[in-house]
């Protein structure tokens, strides 16, 4: 069952990449699953909020609130793509997964992990960051703002066709205790 929820996750995704950009064949999506990127929360702490309107765009990320300071954890292995400062997304972290086929980001962040260095390999779990309200996130609201995109053929990690987290954890994510994101994550 969850091949064919797979299976259609992908042609949903493809179906929004025009025609002369779709790869030859369709990466699957990390099989083993995902990790809920913010230490301690679980599928009952999250809704889904990717297709609400933020002023004139729709959202296309999930908003998950945790206390600020609470790790935050790369979703899948792969490599981090980029670290980088944005007016919107405040603090914010790009990661490739290993076929280099999605990119996952991470913003708001209150501060990076100790270490951090564009090009450096990621293990799920491990802490990349913290919650936080940078950039135009509500001072009183801590969150992580967590995207997950289809990457162009052409690798812009700035770019990419959305897909929303929210099934994807629901039917696959697990949730990593504060205590072990804390003791390093693996």
Known sequence: MRSILRAVLVLMALATVPAGQRPFAAPALQPEGLIIPVAGVSMEGLHSDFNEWRGTHR???LDILAPRGTPVLAAVDGKLRKLLISQAGGLTIY???????MIYYYAHLDHYAAGLEEGMSLHKGDVIGYVGTTG???PNTPH???AIARLPVSKEWWTGNPIDPFPLLRDRGTTVSADRAIAGGR
């Open 95 to 101: 990661e490739t997964d290993e076929s280099e086929a």
């Open 144 to 146: 992580l703002h967590f």
């Open 59 to 61: 959202h296309h990320a």
């Open 136 to 138: 135009n996130a509500p």
